[in-house]
């Protein structure tokens, strides 16, 4: 195992009812921004609750976070943050609203221009404001780590940054708070959480094997109960169990002292900037070529990931590799998500684009060894047209 440090200061609130929780996380005297996505907040009524459970503090309210948030809206944020002198924020939502919040809260303070953070992944960032969050789709971990992800329209750039800055203060995970998700999302959130943890486990073998045992029981515990959380929506046992594996995914405790991947979410990311297609959908697409295509640097972890999450032992090795992709892609399928670009309605002209886009990025070393070249990753993206 490499040497390491963890550091993870958020504290988590987490179970039903626990929103009234946000009394004692945010202090009396905040003027709090709540910042929040579309309509859901409003229309499920959560965000009543969070503004009922912060009682007569002062709050401003800033909706309309797009999935995918964008530095051109966040910026409206920001300025508001600004103009009235606003000390705390409050993400209500999923991922895009606490990566956007993070954003917001490292930006308002930020000497210079602000798409400066993401240009240099985070480096740049000296503070941020505090802030809390209420999660309400479990997907993307942003409630437990220091990352974000915001897209800028006008560049087609959809980039991350990583600070110790931007740890949440808390964050409330409710998980009856998601029994109003459509199916889409719970899908989403179950894809994404899976591969959170592939582009950690699935590398090369380093001896980590408190890593590789909890990687392994949070890959099972998505694949048994995905499906269930689709076949049985109002089972809150069911939501809570996803909840806490997609914060448990992407909170630093599986990726500490290990190998990461990356390169499937780092595609993943044009894909949505080029073509507009759900987070988890893209990586979904990408997963299958890249584990194909990058068999053989990959050997001995994908057939460790073949045996004890799938129980596949029999054949020659390039068979129980084949087995366990086609078990993977089936488990985004049996999920409702396709897994080609083909079923996006995407062909092989979509690829030089992404290709470009990979280029102007300067992702042309990816994954765990840097061997993902613009040539490989086209290699990928064929393999799953
Ligand atoms: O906008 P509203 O109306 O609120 O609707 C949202 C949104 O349309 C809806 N929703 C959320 N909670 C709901 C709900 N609808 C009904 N009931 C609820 N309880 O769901 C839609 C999708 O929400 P979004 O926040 O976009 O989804 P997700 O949590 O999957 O976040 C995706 C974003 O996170 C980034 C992705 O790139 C993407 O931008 N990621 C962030 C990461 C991180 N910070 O560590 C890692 C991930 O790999 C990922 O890249
Ligand atoms: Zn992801």
Same mark, same amino acid.
Request: aromatic share 8%; charged share 25%.
């Given at each position: 195992m490499y040497s390491f440090d963890y550091y993870n200061p958020t504290h988590i609130s987490f179970? =039903?009812? /626990?929103?009234?929780e946000l009394d004692n996380l945010v202090a009396k005297d905040a003027k709090v921004l709540v910042l929040f996505g579309g309509r859901s907040a409003e229309k499920t009524g959560t965000l009543a609750e969070v503004k009922a459970a912060l009682g007569q503090r002062e709050i401003v309210e800033f909706g309309g976070i797009e999935a995918n948030p964008t530095y051109e809206t966040l910026m409206q944020a920001v300025e508001i943050v600004k103009q009235q002198k606003i000390d705390f924020l409050l993400a209500v939502g999923g991922g895009s609203v606490i990566d956007g919040t993070k954003f917001v809260a490292a930006a308002a303070l930020f =000497?210079? =221009?602000?798409w400066d953070i993401l240009l240099s992944w985070g480096a740049k960032v000296t503070q941020a404001m505090p802030f809390g969050t209420v999660l309400t789709l479990p997907a993307t971990g942003s409630e437990m780590n220091s990352a974000s992800v915001v897209t800028r329209k006008e560049y087609q750039a959809k980039l991350s940054f990583m600070s110790?800055? %931007? *740890?949440? /203060?808390f964050s409330v995970l409710d998980p009856s708070k998601t029994f109003t998700l459509p199916e889409r999302q719970v899908a989403n959130g179950v894809v994404d959480a899976f591969i959170h943890i592939t582009e950690q486990y !699935?590398? *090369?073998? %380093?001896?980590?094997a408190v890593q590789d045992r909890f990687a392994e029981g949070l890959l099972q515990t998505l694949i048994e109960l995905g499906p269930k959380a689709l076949s049985e929506p109002k089972n809150v046992d069911v939501r809570a169990n996803l909840m806490w594996v997609a914060t448990m995914a992407l909170s630093g405790v599986i990726g500490r002292g290990v190998p990461h991947d990356w390169a499937t979410h780092m595609i993943g990311h044009e894909l949505t900037a080029l073509y507009d297609i759900d987070h988890a959908r893209t990586i979904a697409i990408v997963l299958p070529g890249m584990l194909d295509c990058r068999r053989e640097g990959k050997q001995e972890k994908l057939l460790q990931y073949a045996e004890r999450v799938w129980g596949l032992t029999q054949g020659t090795n390039d068979e129980i590799i084949d087995a366990a992709i086609a078990k993977t892609r089936g488990f985004f399928e049996a999920m409702g998500i396709k897994t080609r670009l083909s079923d996006y309605g995407l062909d092989a002209s979509s690829i030089d684009k992404v290709i470009e886009q990979l280029e102007a990025h300067g992702?042309?070393? !990816?994954?765990e060894k840097q061997d993902v070249d613009l040539a490989m990753s086209r290699k990928i993206l064929e393999r799953n047209l």
């Amino acid at each position: 195992m490499y040497s390491f440090d963890y550091y993870n200061p958020t504290h988590i609130s987490f179970g =039903e009812g /626990k929103i009234a929780e946000l009394d004692n996380l945010v202090a009396k005297d905040a003027k709090v921004l709540v910042l929040f996505g579309g309509r859901s907040a409003e229309k499920t009524g959560t965000l009543a609750e969070v503004k009922a459970a912060l009682g007569q503090r002062e709050i401003v309210e800033f909706g309309g976070i797009e999935a995918n948030p964008t530095y051109e809206t966040l910026m409206q944020a920001v300025e508001i943050v600004k103009q009235q002198k606003i000390d705390f924020l409050l993400a209500v939502g999923g991922g895009s609203v606490i990566d956007g919040t993070k954003f917001v809260a490292a930006a308002a303070l930020f =000497e210079g =221009e602000p798409w400066d953070i993401l240009l240099s992944w985070g480096a740049k960032v000296t503070q941020a404001m505090p802030f809390g969050t209420v999660l309400t789709l479990p997907a993307t971990g942003s409630e437990m780590n220091s990352a974000s992800v915001v897209t800028r329209k006008e560049y087609q750039a959809k980039l991350s940054f990583m600070s110790d800055h %931007v *740890y949440p /203060k808390f964050s409330v995970l409710d998980p009856s708070k998601t029994f109003t998700l459509p199916e889409r999302q719970v899908a989403n959130g179950v894809v994404d959480a899976f591969i959170h943890i592939t582009e950690q486990y !699935l590398t *090369y073998p %380093v001896n980590a094997a408190v890593q590789d045992r909890f990687a392994e029981g949070l890959l099972q515990t998505l694949i048994e109960l995905g499906p269930k959380a689709l076949s049985e929506p109002k089972n809150v046992d069911v939501r809570a169990n996803l909840m806490w594996v997609a914060t448990m995914a992407l909170s630093g405790v599986i990726g500490r002292g290990v190998p990461h991947d990356w390169a499937t979410h780092m595609i993943g990311h044009e894909l949505t900037a080029l073509y507009d297609i759900d987070h988890a959908r893209t990586i979904a697409i990408v997963l299958p070529g890249m584990l194909d295509c990058r068999r053989e640097g990959k050997q001995e972890k994908l057939l460790q990931y073949a045996e004890r999450v799938w129980g596949l032992t029999q054949g020659t090795n390039d068979e129980i590799i084949d087995a366990a992709i086609a078990k993977t892609r089936g488990f985004f399928e049996a999920m409702g998500i396709k897994t080609r670009l083909s079923d996006y309605g995407l062909d092989a002209s979509s690829i030089d684009k992404v290709i470009e886009q990979l280029e102007a990025h300067g992702m042309t070393a !990816l994954g765990e060894k840097q061997d993902v070249d613009l040539a490989m990753s086209r290699k990928i993206l064929e393999r799953n047209l």
